[in-house]
């Protein structure tokens, strides 16, 4: 089945930095890639998704890009702020239409 | 996209007791899955709860300790049985159309085995 691996577990970043977030997966028949962030006491929100057939995708200040070569992709957030900060989880799914989670990254944006 | 409320959000429950979980989604889908989401981890899927039959469990989650019920294709119930510490976690319901797209989720049920 798929895995896919997600690093880093923590990110710290001041106000206004960029962010990344690197996910690999294992399985080449994966084709759909989404990314959702989880605010606390919330459940999981897509924030954006990229599929196979697109190599970036950008909407303000979230991008999301993908290496299907190399098995992964990446969320690229800029100009970070406060309210970014959350758990963020990347996903794969395609070989199985049920997605594989990675295990997370806790973003904090220090003010 | 699909709007799900959970309920309860959170509960104290005693060991050796069971808490039933219930997924009300407001628009007709193919997808309900449950998930567990320990501490600081990742989402780990429990079983897709499929309408009208029995539910599709995970390896490692077995029908006697993790019943599901899909009367309908807007409502699920997840029951965790026989409660020990061990399964204080969070308990996660999420539908999508499984063609690969967004999947959408309740806000989560909260539990603590004292």
């Known amino acids: 089945g798929e895995n896919v691996e997600q690093h880093p577990s923590t990110l710290s970043v001041q106000e206004g930095d960029s962010a990344v977030i690197k996910c690999t997966y294992s399985?080449?028949?994966?084709?759909?890639f989404p990314w959702y962030k989880q605010e606390l006491g919330k459940g999981p929100q897509l924030i954006i998704d990229i599929r196979s057939n697109v190599g970036e995708k950008k909407d303000q200040r979230i991008a999301v890009t993908l290496n299907k070569t190399a098995k992964h992709f990446s969320l690229h957030i800029t100009e970070t702020q406060p309210e970014d900060s959350a758990v963020y989880f990347c996903?794969?799914?395609?070989?199985?239409?049920?997605?594989?989670f990675g295990r997370g990254t806790s973003l904090i944006v220090h003010p | 996209s699909a709007v799900i409320s959970q309920k309860p959000s959170r509960d104290i429950c005693q060991r050796g007791t069971s808490l039933t979980i219930q997924c009300q989604v407001d628009?007709?889908?193919?997808?309900m899955f449950w998930y567990r989401q320990q501490p600081g981890q990742s989402l780990t899927l429990i079983a897709t709860?499929?309408?009208?039959?029995?539910?599709?469990?995970e390896s490692g989650f077995v029908i006697d300790k993790f019943p599901i019920s899909r009367p309908n294709l807007t409502f699920s119930t997840l029951t965790v049985s026989n409660l020990s510490p061990e399964d204080s976690s969070i308990y996660l319901c999420?539908?999508?159309?499984?063609?690969?797209?967004?999947?959408?989720f309740g806000q989560g049920t909260r539990l603590t085995v004292v």
């Open positions: 399985d080449s028949a994966s084709n759909y």
């Open positions: 999420s539908v999508d159309e499984g063609d690969y797209t967004e999947a959408f």
């Open positions: 709860a499929n309408q009208g039959s029995e539910a599709t469990y």
């Open positions: 628009s007709q889908v193919t997808m």
């Open positions: 996903a794969a799914s395609g070989g199985s239409y049920i997605p594989t």
